[in-house]
């Protein structure tokens, strides 16, 4: 399965202020995905960051807060805009294994996460 | 819609011992996969088994097996023999088949494995 490198692992960020999470796959992969975990809680679709293409975001999350890039088939940003209190989370890359699995799923793999406390 | 429920929020098993952790799951699609996902206190989710809807036989990886019960639409995972190592939360989550990409996960559940 593909290797997922985030960045940062972890941080403490000021209020009103932005962060970009990093995420290095090493393999090309048509589409990656951004997944939040709020504290206690399980995991949510952000969005799905395909390249060449403006990323697609699942209901309730919006450009302005979190935009996407997606520059090459190995890498994309999230960045969490003018962030408060609500947005500490562990926020999480993954991507779709491109060979199935032997049960012939192609199973989700997630990066390490990147775990933000926002004060 | 898609719906995932996990209703134990802790567990506690003593190691080498086996344990069940509870999902059951509501769809209306008449195709689907169900995974569950290990999540230390690192953070990062580990795939650990997967069960297609279709799948005549319960899913096994090693001491993981899922119990599939598509008439009470339940996929429970057991672990055999407990390890520390296994202390963990686990989550359970499905997709639409050949849409994996799409998960929709339980809350979880916190295994905690003592010596």
């Known amino acids: 399965s593909a290797v997922i490198s985030q960045k940062p692992s972890r941080d403490i960020c000021q209020r009103g202020t932005s962060l970009t999470i990093q995420c290095q796959v090493d393999?090309?992969?048509?589409?990656m995905f951004w997944y939040r975990q709020q504290p206690g809680q399980s995991l949510t679709l952000i969005a799905t960051?395909?390249?060449?293409?403006?990323?697609?975001?699942e209901s309730g999350f919006v450009i302005d807060k979190f935009p996407i890039s997606r520059p090459n088939l190995t890498f994309s940003t999230l960045t969490v805009s003018n962030m408060s209190p609500e947005d500490s989370s562990i926020y999480l890359c993954?991507?779709?294994?491109?060979?199935?699995?032997?049960?012939?799923?192609?199973?989700?793999?997630f990066g390490a996460g990147s775990r933000l406390t926002v004060l | 819609a898609q719906k995932i429920t996990q209703t134990q929020p802790g567990m506690f098993v003593q190691e080498k011992e086996a344990v069940t952790l509870d999902c059951t799951y509501d769809?209306?699609?008449?195709?689907?996969?169900l995974f569950w996902y290990k999540q230390p206190s690192s953070g990062e989710m580990i795939f650990l088994i997967y069960?297609?809807?279709?799948?005549?036989q319960n899913a096994t990886e090693g001491r993981y097996s899922l119990n599939f019960q598509k008439a009470r639409k339940s996929a429970n995972l057991v672990i055999s023999a407990s390890q520390l190592g296994d202390s963990a939360m686990y989550f359970c989550?499905?997709?639409?088949?050949?849409?994996?990409?799409?998960?929709?996960f339980g809350k979880g559940t916190m295994l905690l494995v003592s010596p």
């Open positions: 993954s991507v779709e294994d491109t060979v199935p699995n032997h049960s012939g799923a192609n199973v989700l793999t």
């Open positions: 960051a395909n390249q060449g293409s403006e990323a697609t975001y």
């Open positions: 769809t209306s699609d008449p195709s689907y996969g």
């Open positions: 989550a499905m997709s639409r088949v050949r849409v994996y990409s799409t998960l929709t």
């Open positions: 393999s090309q992969v048509t589409m």
């Open positions: 069960q297609g809807s279709y799948d005549q």
